[in-house]
């Protein structure tokens, strides 16, 4: 069974390049297939691993809701998906990625909610690491479309607002139960040190270890500003403080 990572955390703390370096190292290591899943509605993982997303889960369930009356003959409505679910999977060099696009409109999505986890569950076998970068809400994941979870990096910076946003995603997860193996709490760009032990003593309440610090990385910066794939990023402290990462939560 593939192990899962997924990003949460506020808007602007780093969950997108956090989920890229991952995925970056896990190809560097040859941890391959991975399986990305960008579950935010701003799709910007694709983009930082050099991809930009043809086509979204959400732009499937628009088309579906006008396309499933009329289906050929002998078509189901889960084969229908099935088929449309294949199509988004874009296939790349050591990852597949899976962008979830725009979120819900009006009308009950029950059934396709649990044709996607379905789907995750199902495709999951076939990779060696699943990454997931989430939005702030937890939408995917409390909507359980997600599929179930090994490790939860909650990032973090210095802004305040970061930190209630952990508080706020403990509250959605102590709801969810045992879906989550492991909660861990990172910091990310952190200018002034002593505010670190700071925020570890604010979010000491949650039932979250600190897993890992990551630095503010100019290298890591100028790359993303110039829009070059995460992929081939070498020597940079945030790659080698994710790259610690995935040796702790892999084992
Ligand atoms: N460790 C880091 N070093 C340098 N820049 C970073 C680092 N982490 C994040 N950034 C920058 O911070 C900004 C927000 O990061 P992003 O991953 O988009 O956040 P989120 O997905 O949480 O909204 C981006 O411009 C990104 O380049
Ligand atoms: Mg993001």
Redesign the pocket.
């Known amino acids: 069974m593939a192990k899962s990572i997924a990003v949460a ?1 506020k ?7 956090i989920a890229a370096l991952l995925v970056s190292r896990l190809c560097q290591e040859g941890k391959v297939p991975v399986l990305v899943v960008d579950a935010d509605a701003d799709a ?1 993982l694709g983009p930082l691993l050099g991809v930009t997303p043809k086509k979204t889960l959400g732009g499937l369930r628009e088309t579906a809701l006008k396309e499933v009356k009329n289906l050929p003959a002998g078509m189901t409505k889960a084969n229908y998906f099935e088929l449309g679910f294949h199509e988004i999977i874009e296939e790349l060099n050591g990852f597949d990625l899976l962008t979830m696009g725009r979120g819900e409109g009006p009308g009950c999505y029950c059934y396709l909610n649990s044709l996607i986890r379905k789907f995750i569950d199902d495709l999951s076998p076939s990779y060696k690491w699943v990454v997931m970068d989430n939005e702030a809400g937890l939408e995917h994941i409390s909507r359980r479309t997600s599929g179930d979870i090994d490790a939860l990096l909650v ?1 973090v910076t210095e802004n305040p607002l970061s930190l209630q946003s952990a508080i706020s995603i403990g509250d959605i997860l102590s709801d969810l139960g045992s879906r989550i193996q492991k909660k861990y709490i990172v910091t ?2 952190i200018k002034n040190n002593n505010r670190r032990e700071e925020i570890t003593r604010r979010l000491s309440r949650l039932q979250m270890e600190y897993l890992a610090d ?4 100019p290298q ?2 100028d790359y ?1 500003f110039r829009g070059d794939s995460l992929i081939s990023l070498r020597d940079s402290p ?1 790659a080698d403080a994710v790259a610690q990462i995935l040796k702790t939560i892999g084992g």
């Open positions: 955390g808007g602007g703390t780093g969950k997108t390049t910007n990032v990310n760009m990551i630095p503010f990385d890591l910066d993303i945030a």
